[in-house]
């Protein structure tokens, strides 16, 4: 589990390098994401690896993490009552067309290159 | 209540049980309720330390600086979102074009309905610089609306909030929409509703979580670079 973590801190350390040095308003974290991706590709991780279990132990409970900044809406229970309408139609809103671009955008393009998907199965 | 009790109730430790302690029971609902999409543990645990803070009076920013030590691991826990996506890598073939110009537009589509409907509605400008970016994973929308001259902490509200939403009705909407490849249905979840929609889609299918985890990376480069530029059309 520690050698797992170490190495998952290590590249969230090496994330927040890389946009330091590039100064690019990207998150450390996302950075990290990616060079680790990579890494993991390279040498062909294993699936019982310290990283994997590690990794999997986290992100079994991610929605915890988001807790302490969720609760924020308690300061701006007012504000955010105040403009109830404009807020809700366009989170909600725009939340829902972005949905559908990316699922129509993704499985359309698929259909014109010829290799649709259906992992659902037949609903019958 | 005495006074020394009072401060038990209001210290670190006590908001970091709370905290913990409300997930947990979000977890048990969860459970108990066979995985309904409503009981997300995220949002029984804000409704419960929510309600806790505000009956104990404790101003949010003591809470936040008391949780610390569970933000702090957002950060690892989205680095390690490249696990899945290892695992995943062979769906990946064929699938790259199509995943990109999905995201893009699909970032391009989020950041301009949000603005527009909330201008039409009547939010002031700021209100709808704080909407923005809403899609993106909570440090950037933060990021971005600091630099666009939105409310930050508030964005972080938003963010996770229309996480929430993704996790209860997007699978549902995802079927309605006919959308049956796993790897775009994760891709639509992740570029929408980031790290709570993700975890959603974790526990349905690796193969969603995995491709949600890459939209939520892909999407935070693309909104904190496009941002800025659709900022400068639309105000």
């Known amino acids: 589990m520690i050698r797992g973590l170490t190495w998952l801190l290590g590249f969230q350390v090496l994330g927040e390098l890389v946009v330091r040095v590039l100064d690019v308003a990207v998150p450390g974290p996302v950075v990290g994401m990616l060079l680790l991706f990579v890494v993991l590709r390279l040498s062909r991780y294993g699936d019982d690896g310290p990283i994997v279990r590690a990794g999997t132990a986290l992100l079994d409970h991610l929605q915890l993490f988001f807790v302490p900044a969720g609760v924020g809406i308690v300061v701006y229970l007012g504000l955010v009552g105040e403009h109830a309408l404009p807020i809700a139609a366009a989170a909600l809103g725009s939340w829902l067309l972005g949905l559908a671009v990316v699922g129509g955008t993704a499985t359309g393009l698929e259909r014109l290159l010829g290799k649709p998907r259906d992992d659902l199965g037949d609903p019958a | ?235």
């Open chain 2, 1 to 235: 209540m005495r006074d020394d009790l009072l401060d038990l109730a209001r210290s670190p430790l006590v908001l970091l049980f709370l905290t913990v302690a409300g997930y947990q029971a979000g977890r048990w609902i969860r459970t108990r309720t066979g995985g309904h999409a409503l009981a997300q543990p995220v949002l029984v645990a804000i409704a419960v330390v929510g309600t806790a803070i505000t009956v104990l009076d404790v101003d949010y920013a003591d809470y936040r600086g008391a949780t610390e030590l569970v933000a702090f691991w957002l950060g690892p826990a989205t680095v390690a979102l490249a696990v899945p996506l290892h695992r995943q890598t062979d769906r990946l073939k064929g699938f790259v074009v199509p995943m990109l110009v999905a995201l893009v537009l699909g970032a391009v589509t989020s950041i301009v309905t949000a603005v527009l409907i909330a201008r039409a509605l009547g939010a002031d400008e700021a209100l709808q610089k704080t909407l923005a970016p809403k899609a993106a994973t909570t440090p950037v929308a933060i990021a971005v609306v600091d630099a666009l001259g939105g409310i930050a902490p508030l964005v972080a509200v938003f963010t996770i909030g229309i996480g929430i939403v993704g996790a209860v009705i997007g699978p549902a909407l995802l079927n309605l929409l006919h959308i049956r490849d796993r790897r775009a249905r994760g891709l639509a979840m992740g570029a929408v509703s980031h790290g709570v929609g993700a975890s959603r889609m974790l526990r349905e299918d690796e193969t969603e979580g995995a491709f949600a985890g890459l939209a939520m990376g892909l999407t935070a480069l693309i909104t904190s670079l496009l941002v800025p530029l659709l900022a400068l059309v639309l105000f």
